[in-house]
């Protein structure tokens, strides 16, 4: 149990499109579901927090126009990066909580986002 | 199918005693493990990694240990402090320590108590 997809697991853009990334999970409801990113030696930089039915809460330094938040089920999130540009090329992680980040947290596989 | 497992959901410990962490894995082609600690409310942060090259890395009250045939590794604290008390995810990865997909355990939530 507790499942956590991505979708797409890889995706190539040009520079200036927008690519959005889905958040699943699979066989539980996700009132919280979070957003990470990935950097070189692993560290992980949390984006924003995500609440069912209500405005993402973004970390800050992290541009909440450029990447959009969307948490409409319990069960579905979606990140948009607008307007890619190749230094936003990382690996996007997501993971979802049943209760407000306190218990565990299930990861997604991830999503890798290569900007050309 | 979990490639991590973190079997111990939680663990509690008396301060200045230590604490042992542990994490399984079943991908052979896994050569790089990292803990992750994390606190309510915020987002994992890293803790400290080892190569599959290395059976131990140690920086300062933490020790990790990596025992290759037994796909196992273990986290120990000396001594546990109270601010210790967390969340500890053990997560793996293929490539060594190029950016590449990270398998998550479970989480294991250390409790350090006076």
């Known amino acids: 149990g507790a499942v956590v997809s991505q979708h797409p697991s890889w995706v190539i853009c040009k520079s200036g499109t927008s690519v959005k990334i889905e958040c699943r999970s699979l066989d539980f409801q996700a009132t919280t579901m979070f957003w990470y990113r990935q950097f070189p030696k692993q560290s992980l930089m949390l984006m924003a927090t995500?609440?069912?039915?209500?405005?993402?809460?973004?970390e800050q330094g992290v541009e909440k126009d450029k990447f959009l938040i969307n948490h409409a089920s319990l069960t579905l999130s979606t990140l948009t990066v607008t307007s890619a540009h190749p230094e936003d090329s990382s690996f996007y992680i997501c993971?979802?909580?049943?209760?407000?980040?306190?218990?565990?947290?299930?990861f997604g596989p991830g999503t890798r986002l290569l900007v050309l | 199918d979990q490639q991590v497992k973190q079997n111990s959901p939680s663990l509690s410990v008396q301060e200045g005693r230590i604490s042992i962490l542990n994490c399984d894995y079943t991908?052979?082609?896994?050569?790089?493990f990292l803990w992750y600690k994390k606190y309510p409310a915020e987002g994992p942060t890293f803790l400290i990694s080892i190569s599959s090259i290395k059976d131990k890395n140690e920086d300062g009250r933490f020790t990790v240990f990596l025992n290759k045939s037994a796909k196992h590794l273990s986290l120990h604290i000396v001594p546990s402090q109270p601010g210790d008390s967390a969340v500890y995810f053990c997560a793996a990865m293929e490539g060594g320590s190029t950016l590449g997909r990270l398998y998550f355990g479970r989480g294991t939530q250390l409790t350090v108590w006076p």
């Open positions: 995500s609440n069912e039915g209500s405005k993402a809460t973004y």
């Open positions: 993971s979802a909580s049943t209760r407000g980040g306190e218990e565990t947290q299930y």
């Open positions: 991908n052979s082609m896994f050569d790089y």
